[in-house]
């Protein structure tokens, strides 16, 4: 079946520190890739998204590649912000599965000031 | 503006009770969805509808159950079979019925058995 492993948290930054949030999967056919944020006391809201290896998703200054290579979605950030401080979800979608998504267990982030 | 809207946010019940989680979208979309979130878990799907009158269980579905008489609505039934029930629950839904991927979530509602 599918299946997401995303690193385990927590992590705690500084402010500006690079991000880097590991996730491999494993996955028949080709699914395609999401990240997932999760502010406090919030759903979850789509962050970005790639449907086939090499694409790069990226949004609000995150990025993500898909590499079929080494099953990874590996989420990145240049200089993290106090605000982006949050859960991040890493999923994975396969075709023709009306279940939708597979979820990572989550890997929550602290950024400090 | 369109979106998912879950009631109620907190919610507390003694044990033996059912309660009912509402959800109701204005998005237009297809299907709707249920998971249920742990401290430190990713999230579990509990069921899923793709059509109106139509549901499926998804990974944890024993102690619940759902209905959806209307596009519009998907409610969760908590009931006492569920032996570990407190948890974040989470509604979700999406464009159609296939596998884009993206959901739409609502903000959740937390249920505490006293």
């Known amino acids: 079946g599918n299946s997401v492993t995303q690193m385990e948290g927590p992590v705690t930054l500084s402010e500006e520190a690079f991000l880097t949030i590991n996730c491999t999967y494993t996955?028949?056919?080709?699914?395609?890739l999401f990240w997932y944020v999760q502010y406090p006391g919030e759903g979850l809201q789509l962050l970005l998204k790639?449907?086939?290896?090499?694409d790069k998703g990226s949004n609000k200054g995150f990025e993500a590649t898909y590499r079929k290579e080494t099953t990874s979605f590996h989420l990145e950030k240049g200089s993290v912000q106090v605000s982006d401080s949050a859960v991040y979800f890493c999923?994975?979608?396969?075709?023709?599965?009306?279940?939708?998504?597979?979820f990572g267990s989550g890997t929550q982030l602290t950024v400090l000031p | 503006d369109g979106g998912i809207t879950q009631s109620p946010k907190y919610l507390f019940r003694k044990e033996g009770q059912n309660v009912t989680l509402s959800c109701e979208q204005n998005?237009?979309?297809?299907?709707m969805y249920w998971y249920r979130q742990d401290p430190g878990q990713g999230l579990r799907l509990i069921y899923y509808?793709?059509?109106?009158?139509?549901?499926q269980k998804g990974d944890i579905a024993e102690g619940y159950s759902v209905s959806r008489e209307k596009k519009e609505s998907f409610p969760l039934t908590v009931t006492s079979a569920q032996k570990n029930p407190t948890a974040f629950y989470l509604c979700?839904?999406?464009?159609?019925?296939?596998?884009?991927?993206?959901?739409?979530f609502g903000e959740g509602s937390r249920l505490t058995v006293l």
């Open positions: 979700a839904s999406s464009i159609d019925r296939g596998n884009t991927g993206e959901l739409f």
């Open positions: 998005l237009n979309h297809d299907a």
């Open positions: 996955a028949t056919g080709y699914p395609s």
């Open positions: 999923a994975l979608s396969s075709s023709g599965s009306a279940r939708q998504l597979t």
């Open positions: 509808s793709q059509i109106v009158n139509d549901f």
């Open positions: 790639a449907t086939k290896a090499d």
